[in-house]
């Protein structure tokens, strides 16, 4: 589209959203499992992935690895948790989370990287900034309106939906459940697009394991033990049903109220059994 | 094919959209606090006459690279506590009395707060914890104390500093804010529209638009951050020690050194 006049319509728009969108996906995926077997290649990769957002990439380590994952801040809400937002309609919290969570995102990623020992990752972090918005700067340069509307509002959008990802699938989900803590999208063709992002309980709680082995994992482990409408079978029937055919926020579920600590505990062996045969 | 018109009208509605969100939940923040405010018009102002209360912060202290010439350990806030423990409170020639509650606020006023957290405990200690994978953890404790003077509000808010006054500063910021952030919008958009459209104005304004877009929303959080309640409001501090001959030991940050002695105590665990 920066190149290609003709390429400037509806169609390569919503592409070149999509991908941005996709490459923060992707980001995600080889930040817990790297994409290459040479870790040069892996940091270099990042400066792709931070173009494709406008956001470094390796921001995704602390605040999704370290603190998402374990839906707490060392004691602290999770950045990106959905109760930052709190709009009676509920359409607004879906607009606003965004506008809350990068921020709170942003700022959790400095003070965590000033500790000491994480120069490495100051630095990097530093380089994909630079790298991101030095190339978006120069592309802005050359062709000012051609790069916002065709560069920098794709960027945008994927980086904002990347973060909109963390409050549709946990909002009015149990955090402090085993099983519960997450909303699964298990269409197929979805989590082909997706790179099986849909199944997202079983990567809660394998967090380590390869994207690719998440649908066998979810339908072995999960599938028994979840909240049966846990597992949507389409994004956008959720997202539908959810902000745009209703006002109103849906309750949180205490999915998990029947759970004790000693039946968890029995699953969780049950689990790691399974996962090593 | 998208023409710039077309584009230009889609990005400035979300620009709009954005701004018109980050007001509204400022709106929310404003309305919270006046709803406390509203109750702390009937506080009631007097003296302790017994140990009233307590507020605690849970904090772990991490090293933090702050380059060659001084050492640091930054904070990290994980959990607050109010308990009143009850008690009585002269006021004038009456004494009220307070009940016991674990669910209560207790707001202590910031000097207070950062004196707590200023000493206690040896730095260099500290530090070699801090340098560790578990952190230096400690509980910083800020205790309601006889002869303190307290302001209390209902039976569930015990605070040593006037909490309508709180209120009201931190109500007039979220209440210029929300108008503020709607006038930078609306003057990057006239920029943004300036004739020629896409001229040279014209771009500024984009620049301008975009950068509202991405600088409006780390305000708006930090200024929320600002306005919540004592009782949870982060400390976040940090503990530095210089490096040098003339100039070895721990020393305190930010106003720290300012204070002078209050009756607080303050543990270290």
């Keep these: ?277 | 094919m998208l023409s710039r018109e077309v584009m230009g009208v889609a990005c400035l509605g979300v620009v709009w959209v954005t701004a018109l969100l980050v007001a509204g939940a400022a709106w929310q923040d404003l309305r919270d606090l006046l709803a406390v405010l509203a109750r702390a018009r009937r506080a009631v102002v007097g003296v302790a006459e017994t140990d009233l209360a307590e507020w605690s912060v849970e904090q772990i202290g991490r090293a933090l690279d702050v380059g060659k010439s001084a050492r640091a350990i930054g904070f990290h806030d994980r959990a607050f506590r109010s308990e009143i423990f009850g008690g009585s409170v002269r006021v004038g020639e009456s004494l009220v009395s307070v009940a016991p509650s674990t669910h209560g606020e207790v707001w202590i006023d910031e000097a207070r707060r950062l004196e707590a957290v200023s000493g206690g405990a040896d730095f260099d200690a500290a530090y070699a914890q801090a340098r560790k994978a578990k952190g230096f953890q400690r509980v910083v404790r800020v205790r309601v104390q006889a002869g303190d003077r307290v302001w209390l509000v209902g039976d569930d808010l015990v605070s040593t500093l006037d909490p309508a006054a709180f209120c009201r500063r931190k109500a007039l910021g979220l209440a210029l804010f929300i108008p503020l952030e709607l006038a930078a919008c609306a003057a990057a958009t006239r920029l943004a529209l300036t004739l020629p459209h896409f001229g040279t104005a014209s771009i500024a304004g984009a620049v301008a638009c975009l950068a509202f877009f991405l600088g409006v929303t780390p305000l708006a959080v930090s200024l929320r951050e600002g306005a919540r309640r004592p009782h949870e409001a982060f400390l976040r501090n940090q503990w530095r020690a210089e490096i040098g001959p003339s100039r070895a030991g721990a020393s305190p940050t930010r106003r720290e050194k300012s204070l002078s002695q209050r009756k607080t105590s303050t543990s270290v665990l």
């Design chain 1, 1 to 277: 589209m920066y190149f290609v006049p003709r390429c400037r319509n509806v169609a390569f728009l919503a592409a070149a959203c999509a991908f941005s969108f996709l490459s923060a996906v992707v980001g995600h995926n080889t930040l817990h499992q790297g994409m290459f077997a040479s870790k040069r290649a892996n940091l270099a990769f990042r400066y792709v992935l931070s173009f494709g957002g406008l956001f470094p990439i390796s921001a995704v380590i602390p605040s999704h690895n370290l603190v998402h994952h374990h839906f707490d801040d060392d004691g602290q809400p999770d950045w990106a948790a959905p109760s930052h937002v709190r709009f009676e309609w509920n359409l607004l919290n879906l607009l606003h989370f965004p506008n809350v969570a990068g921020p709170l995102t942003f700022n959790g990623v400095q003070r965590w990287a000033r500790v000491a020992g994480r120069a490495d990752f100051r630095r990097q972090y530093t380089r994909e900034l630079v790298f991101a918005f030095g190339l978006t700067g120069v592309l802005l340069y050359f062709d000012f309106w051609t790069a916002l509307f065709f560069v920098v509002v794709p960027q945008l959008w994927g980086a904002r939906w990347f973060l909109r990802i963390n409050i549709i699938q946990h909002d009015g989900c149990d955090t402090s459940s085993e099983w519960n803590h997450s909303r699964n999208f298990v269409g197929r063709l979805f989590n082909w697009f997706m790179m099986n992002n849909g199944y997202h309980t079983i990567h809660h709680n394998r967090a380590g394991m390869h994207w690719t082995e998440l649908a066998d994992a979810h339908a072995r482990e999960v599938t028994p033990r979840i909240d049966p409408t846990l597992d949507e079978p389409s994004m956008l029937g959720y997202l539908a049903r959810t902000y745009l055919l209703r006002y109103s926020r849906p309750d949180t579920r205490n999915a998990n109220e029947h759970e004790d600590a000693a039946q968890r505990a029995a699953r969780r062996a049950e689990a790691e059994a399974d996962a090593v045969t």
